[in-house]
């Protein structure tokens, strides 16, 4: 290839991009099953009920903050309907409902949702983070360099 040439990889998935989960990119339809078409079905009832498209899942498996909660678009969408959405939307297949019947189930409310430990947008808990102000921080540096100061004197 000449030192001027380009080659250009393109990375084609199966679908409307809003509707597609994330193992329907790259071409090798092997590895989808029936909880991809969950994982369209649960997009496209997140389209319906807020009236926004959900953000593209290669958004979503960047930054998972990416996928707004249905709640906070549509207050009217019951908890645990929108539980089922983002079931249904995990953006692993081994994270969604095995089949339409158990996402009926939870979109009824008669299904249990399971926790994964994984955070995929499933979970929408704001993270608690503690933040240390410039005070603490010089105050623990002092306490730091006191007892080095100390330390060194005593081992004389």
Same mark, same amino acid.
């Given at each position: 290839?000449?030192?001027?040439?380009?080659?250009?990889?393109?990375?084609?998935?199966?679908?409307?991009?809003?509707?597609?989960?994330?193992?329907?990119? /790259?071409?090798?339809?092997?590895?989808?099953?029936?909880?991809?078409?969950?994982?369209?079905? /649960?997009?496209?009832?997140?389209?319906?009920?807020?009236?926004?498209?959900?953000?593209?899942?290669?958004?979503?498996?960047?930054?998972?903050?990416? #996928?707004?909660?249905?709640?906070?678009?549509?207050?009217?969408?019951?908890?645990?309907?929108?539980?089922?959405?983002?079931?249904?939307?995990?953006?692993?297949?081994?994270?969604?409902?095995?089949?339409? #019947?158990?996402?009926?189930?939870? #979109?009824?409310?008669?299904?249990?949702?399971?926790?994964?430990?994984?955070?995929? /947008?499933?979970?929408?808990?704001?993270?608690?983070?503690?933040?240390?102000?410039?005070?603490?921080?010089? /105050?623990?540096?002092?306490?730091? #360099?006191?007892?080095?100061?100390?330390?060194?004197?005593?081992?004389?």
């Amino acid at each position: 290839m000449a030192p001027d040439e380009v080659t250009i990889t393109v990375i084609q998935g199966q679908g409307t991009a809003l509707y597609t989960p994330l193992e329907q990119y /790259g071409g090798d339809d092997t590895h989808t099953d029936p909880r991809a078409d969950i994982f369209s079905f /649960g997009a496209t009832l997140y389209h319906l009920l807020t009236n926004e498209p959900p953000s593209e899942v290669r958004k979503r498996f960047l930054n998972h903050r990416s #996928l707004v909660s249905p709640r906070e678009i549509n207050p009217q969408v019951s908890q645990h309907v929108e539980k089922a959405i983002l079931w249904a939307m995990s953006l692993h297949p081994d994270n969604r409902p095995l089949n339409v #019947l158990t996402l009926r189930d939870a #979109l009824l409310g008669k299904q249990e949702i399971p926790q994964f430990p994984t955070v995929d /947008g499933l979970s929408f808990e704001a993270l608690q983070i503690t933040i240390i102000s410039s005070e603490q921080i010089a /105050g623990y540096v002092a306490g730091g #360099l006191f007892v080095i100061g100390l330390l060194t004197t005593l081992l004389r």
